[in-house]
Antibody, heavy 126, light 108 residues
Framework: QLQLRQSGPRLVKPSETLSLTCIVT????????WSWIRQPPGKPLEWIGY???????TYGPSLKSRVTMSVDTSENQVSLKLSSVTAADTAVYYC????????????????????WGQGTTVTVSS | EIVLTQFPGTLSLSPGDRATLSCRAS???????LAWYQQRPGQAPRLLIY???SRAPGIPDTFSGSGSGTDFSLTIKRLDPEDFAVYLC?????????FGQGTKVEIK
């Protein structure tokens, strides 16, 4: 059964870089897009962006200038970095499995965000 | 960016009641790529419905989704105690993916 296990610091100082990792177990990272989403306290979910297993990325507009996503296929994991954080970046951060892309058929299969990590509560504070 | 508006914001119902939740998009959603999630306090969202009307694996048939274009709904046929939670819609037909603000289904 596919599971996503998140790890990373829960406390980050203002102006520093938030770094989180999402390890995929029970399945392969290959051929899928992997999304990052966050939920500030009392606010709706915000999609941060996604990364394809080959490293191709698409970022949402609000955080685009500060976000970097990467993939390590040998470790079956994806990572998120958010630079120059402020208190407004305090949130629960999630990774989730997104669409499947078949290179052979050149077609997408999308079923929503069907598997989620457990979430990481990150607080930005000095 | 597609804006999703969910209504009502809160639904106060009793166990055994039927719940109907709505999600309206600011523009038509490509391929009806609209998903519904349930989120309980302190937990990650759980996928219920994808493609506007297809149930995710393991989701009971008390949950059903309908709609197309810009207007979508989620129906819970009979509310069980564990169904009282926040429900979110999300479009994944275009980038950026966007979420609605949620409907809280609470016990009356």
């Amino acid at each position: 059964q596919l599971q996503l296990r998140q790890s990373g610091p829960r406390l980050v100082k203002p102006s520093e870089t938030l770094s989180l990792t999402c390890i995929v177990t029970g399945g392969s990272i290959n051929s899928y897009y992997w999304s990052w989403i966050r939920q500030p306290p009392g606010k709706p979910l915000e999609w941060i962006g996604y990364i394809y297993y080959n490293g191709s990325t698409t970022y949402g507009p609000s955080l685009k200038s500060r976000v970097t996503m990467s993939v390590d296929t040998s470790e079956n994991q994806v990572s998120l970095k958010l630079s120059s954080v402020t208190a407004a970046d305090t949130a629960v951060y999630y990774c989730a499995r997104d669409c499947f892309f078949s290179v052979a058929r050149q077609s997408y299969s999308c079923f929503g965000l069907d598997v989620w990590g457990q979430g990481t509560t990150v607080t930005v504070s000095s | 960016e597609i804006v999703l508006t969910q209504f009502p914001g809160t639904l106060s119902l009793s166990p055994g009641d039927r719940a109907t939740l709505s999600c309206r998009a600011s523009q038509s959603i490509s391929n009806n790529f609209l998903a519904w999630y349930q989120q309980r306090p302190g937990q990650a969202p759980r996928l219920l419905i994808y493609g506007a009307s297809s149930r995710a694996p393991g989701i009971p048939d008390t949950f059903s989704g309908s709609g197309s274009g810009t207007d979508f709904s989620l129906t819970i046929k009979r509310l069980d105690p564990e169904d009282f939670a926040v429900y979110l819609c999300q479009q994944y037909g275009s980038s950026p993916r966007t979420f609605g603000q949620g409907t809280k289904v609470e016990i009356k």
